[in-house]
């Protein structure tokens, strides 16, 4: 049925369009979002990749390999969103965030996240992009390159490099990620 | 196989990603399904290779009268109907109830002469079609658009031109073309060498595609420039028209490459950009890099502190705003664009370096969408269409996104 919903899609049919964005939507959204690290750019980046996939349905190979074509449009529109300068809007963007504030008990929990999360700030969006690929999707390695239209061995390199680059930022900051209780004993 | 043997580690990335959001906002799909209706599919070469014979059956009866009418009008330079054509053996399909006259285009921005019915509508080029940039579909102003009013509004016609960039053997510049979109099915781009030949206006011109393909596109290149000419349907449906139909469009085609217009889109009278006198003007010889970066650094530099100032203005697409809020948003994105109107023909004043290529007109085009989608943002606004505004908005990313690459690229100011 999916296949068929795809097919149709690619013969200019809204509906099974309609039906297999609705079905894409929150996956194309949590990738985005997991690399951005923003709410609103992930909303953009998203609507690029699904209005990218309808205007370029035609174009797909093998119907089979739309979800797999769906995540590298993301991907792809991740990075253009990440290196866009939103010149002309950029400031009037709120960024928000979708996280409550932490309970005053799990400081250190919450420290390290945000360690973490600067840490990954830091790298670029192919290093981002791979980091989720493989430790929130699942990905292996031959599925990432595959996806992302590199080498395998590139994919590895990459993916060494990211979390390489995490450790070292890490671990520069690693005197922020004690606790207050600790940094007073 | 993971690269960094830390399970630890790879398990503490795990658990802070698990944390994300894993739903989309309404809106994202809501602004989708919007947008999706007025967003045509990408056609031109890359149409799947579809069949639908019997799709094609049901159309062979008025496609065979259209081609007995329009090559009747051809080749007796009258009309559409029932004109009795004296050749032999005669024709054997009826003609035309009804006459069509045939009408001439001639494009002031692609420099050619083509023989139509003049029941089509024509939308000339607004823009040029820039070195390197690929040919468009159906809303880019880049092409010059024939459309048939009682056929499905998917066909079109479409001739654009551009001149010959570094590349000027007939057979490398299809061959770069063609790798520049290697999804295109081989029957339907083939090698240069496997494609039809056949003449436009004397010169030796390639013919692919075919009803499978979904179109039916015929190149020629003349007096350093290259044409194409480009029939499309829609993906599986019946083609605009026959490929008899399509040779004597072709006939009628008259190159006139010198007559072709490859500057930027020209001003509206009265505009902002019309009135606003450059204060830098071209210098005769292209400019060194560093004159080239002084300039353009003093146009960016004086356009931002307009510019800035406005984004204060600028509001939130996801809130409620009054109508007096949506007034003075609008006018915000209308005086930006405004300043982009008085910056880009100061930026296509500049001689850039003979080494950048063609890249300073793509970035004046650049500015150019920029405005244009700015200006419909601010009119979508004006008509309370927040969501449609929000599209545009986005649709600024691609230029803006090679603006700074460009930027970048040659260590320029940042312009607004």
Redesign the interface.
């Known amino acids: 049925v999916r296949q068929q919903l795809v097919e149709r899609a690619?013969?200019?049919d809204?509906e099974a369009?309609?039906s297999l964005?609705?079905d894409a939507?929150?996956r194309?959204?949590?990738l985005a979002?997991?690399i951005l690290r923003d709410?609103q750019r992930?909303?953009?980046a998203?609507?690029?990749a699904?209005?990218g996939a309808?205007?370029?349905?035609?174009?797909?190979?093998d119907p089979e390999r739309f979800d797999a074509w769906l995540y590298k449009l993301t991907v792809n529109a991740c990075y253009?969103?990440a290196?866009?300068?939103?010149?002309?809007?950029a400031?009037?963007?709120?960024i928000g965030s979708?996280?409550t504030d932490p309970e005053p008990d799990v400081a250190r929990s919450v420290a390290?996240?945000d360690a973490?999360?600067g840490a990954?700030r830091t790298l670029s969006p192919e290093r981002r992009a791979i980091?989720?690929l493989?430790?929130?999707l699942g990905f292996?390695?031959t599925e990432i390159a595959e996806t992302l239209g590199i080498p395998v061995g590139t994919a590895?390199?990459r993916?060494?490099y990211a979390?390489?680059q995490?450790?070292a930022v890490l671990d520069e900051d690693a005197t922020s990620l004690v606790a207050p209780e600790e940094q007073s004993a | 196989m993971r690269s960094v043997p830390d399970p630890g580690f790879d398990q503490r990335i795990a658990d802070w990603l698990e944390e994300d959001p894993d739903s989309a906002p309404a809106a994202v799909l809501e602004t989708v399904a919007a947008a999706i209706p007025s967003i045509s599919q990408r056609r031109h070469w890359r149409q799947t290779w579809r069949s639908h014979r019997m799709l094609r059956l049901a159309v062979v009866a008025s496609t065979m009268v259209f081609i007995a009418s329009f090559a009747a009008f051809l080749f007796t330079g009258g009309s559409f109907g029932p004109t009795v054509v004296p050749t032999s053996p005669p024709p054997t399909v009826a003609p035309s109830p009804s006459p069509v006259a045939i009408a001439t285009f001639t494009s002031p921005r692609h420099g050619y002469t083509i023989s139509y019915p003049n029941d089509w509508t024509v939308r000339p080029a607004t823009a040029p079609w820039p070195i390197g940039v690929q040919a468009a579909g159906f809303s880019d102003p880049m092409v010059d658009l024939f459309k048939d009013p009682a056929a499905p509004s998917y066909d079109e016609f479409d001739i654009v031109s551009q001149p010959l960039g570094e590349i000027i053997n007939p057979t490398a510049w299809l061959e770069a073309y063609e790798v520049s979109n290697p999804g295109m099915p081989p029957d339907c781009w083939p090698a240069p060498d496997a494609m039809e030949k056949i003449t436009i206006d004397s010169q030796p011109a390639y013919v692919h595609g075919g009803s499978e393909c979904g179109f039916t596109e015929a190149v020629v290149f003349d007096g350093g420039r290259v044409y194409e000419f480009s029939a499309y349907s829609q993906p599986g449906g019946p083609p605009m028209m026959s490929r008899t139909v399509f040779d004597q469009l072709m006939a009628s085609v008259k190159l006139d490459p010198a007559s072709a217009d490859d500057s930027p889109p020209a001003v509206a009278v009265g505009s902002p950009a019309a009135t606003a006198a450059p204060s830098l003007v071209a210098s005769l010889a292209p400019l060194s890099i560093e004159e080239f970066r002084a300039q353009r650094d003093t146009i960016c530099d004086a356009a931002r502190a307009v510019a800035e100032p406005l984004r204060t203005r600028f509001l939130s697409y996801g809130e409620s705003h009054t109508d007096a809020q949506l007034s003075d948003w609008a006018d915000a994105f209308d005086q930006f664009a405004n300043e982009y109107d008085a910056m880009i023909p100061q930026l296509s004043a500049l001689k850039a370096p003979a080494f950048m290529g063609s890249s300073p007109a793509l970035n004046v085009l650049d500015y150019q969408i920029e405005a244009a989608l700015i200006r419909r943002a601010a009119l979508e606004i004006r008509d309370n269409h927040v969501a449609a505004a929000q599209i545009d908005d986005t649709a600024t990313n691609a230029p803006a996104q090679r603006i700074s690459s460009f930027e970048g690229q040659y260590v320029l100011h940042d312009c607004p």
Not at chain 1, 54 to 61: F, G, N, Q, S
Not at chain 1, 83 to 89: G, Q, Y
Not at chain 1, 91 to 94: A, L, P, S
């Open positions: 690619m013969r200019g809204e369009f309609s964005a609705a939507v929150d194309c959204y949590s979002y997991r709410g992930a909303e953009d998203t609507q690029q699904l209005i309808w205007r370029d349905l035609p174009t797909l190979k253009l969103e290196r866009s300068h939103r010149r002309w809007t400031r009037i963007r709120v979708t996280r390290n996240r973490l999360e990954f980091v989720v493989h430790h929130h292996a390695l590895r390199s993916l060494h979390v390489r995490l450790r």
